[in-house]
């Protein structure tokens, strides 16, 4: 088998629901750990959010969290990298956008993605749903208490604006000195210039002595697409969004059909039949 790493995406990938592995989506991964590949969830969620997945996935070796800015071993506690987005500059993009968009709301992901500091509107928009963790846990702070120390993750959430459009407004402010996402859910995520999904993936890789054509990846949002581009077979689900399904090398069926277990499955099959 010419694959060594496996790297999925979990909601809108892996999962039909935010909560469960399919028992095809699960024997597939077994099946190729078994043959000695290396599977590695790589999430925007952050490691407090990914524990109960690991757990019903069989994930107890590495995991890249925060849209690759926190690389980790999920048994040992290993904590391989982890990128932060400087103080000074969240403090500079919020100022500026908040020039233009006054409704834009703020929280920073700090301690290892244990610890969200929000503001009062934001915990009060946000629904278990967005960071699979009750908003009732974030810690509440005034602005600038929410942008006094470096993020993992900035996470900016306007009441009206799309995702891809609060990208654009972003993007047309000419800052420079970080990333800018997003997952599908209701807010984007600004980190470490250079950032990606592929960056957190390429780390892990050279750290394993894996290079990017021995690597399948799955995915279906706006912050899987440079995974999918980066890796050797990127693999975009059915249901996945336009940037991301242009970014990768196939499409498979959707999550809901168990795309992420048909491509594996296949691919183990060749393997044994090339024997």
């Not at 993750?153 to 407004?169: E, F, G, M, T, Y």
């Not at 399904?245 to 090339?274: F, K, M, P, Y």
């Amino acid at each position: 088998m010419t694959i060594r790493l496996i790297a999925t995406d979990l909601d809108g990938t892996l999962l039909a629901d935010p909560t469960t592995i399919s028992e095809r989506n699960r024997a597939a991964l077994d099946a190729a750990r078994a043959m000695g590949v290396e599977v590695v969830p790589v999430t925007a969620r952050q490691p407090r959010a990914l524990r109960p997945i690991a757990e019903i996935g069989g994930f107890t070796g590495w995991a890249l969290c925060g849209n690759g800015g926190h690389g980790l071993h999920l048994t040992t506690g290993e904590r391989l990298f982890e990128a932060h987005l400087e103080a000074a500059t969240a403090q500079a993009l919020a100022a500026a956008l908040l020039r233009s968009l006054p409704e834009v709301m703020f929280a920073s992901v700090r301690d290892g993605g244990e610890v969200f500091v929000a503001q009062d509107a934001y915990a009060r928009s946000a629904a278990f749903s967005d960071h699979k963790r009750d908003p009732a846990d974030m810690v509440v702070a005034p602005l600038a208490d929410v942008l006094a120390e470096p993020s993992l993750k900035l996470i900016v959430r306007h009441p009206q604006l799309s995702n891809d459009d609060l990208v654009a407004r972003v993007g047309a402010l000419g800052l420079d000195g970080f990333e800018v996402t997003h997952s599908g859910a209701p807010f984007v995520e600004v980190l470490a210039p250079g950032v990606s999904k592929a960056w957190g993936l390429q780390q892990l890789c050279t750290h394993l002595g894996i290079e990017a054509r021995e690597v399948l990846a799955f995915g279906d949002a706006p912050n899987d697409a440079e995974m999918l581009a980066w890796a050797g077979r990127g693999v975009a689900m059915a249901n996945a969004a336009p940037v991301t399904l242009a970014a990768a090398d196939e499409v498979t069926v959707s999550n809901l059909d168990d795309g992420v277990a048909q491509v594996i499955e296949a691919e183990l099959a060749s393997d044994r039949a090339g024997r």
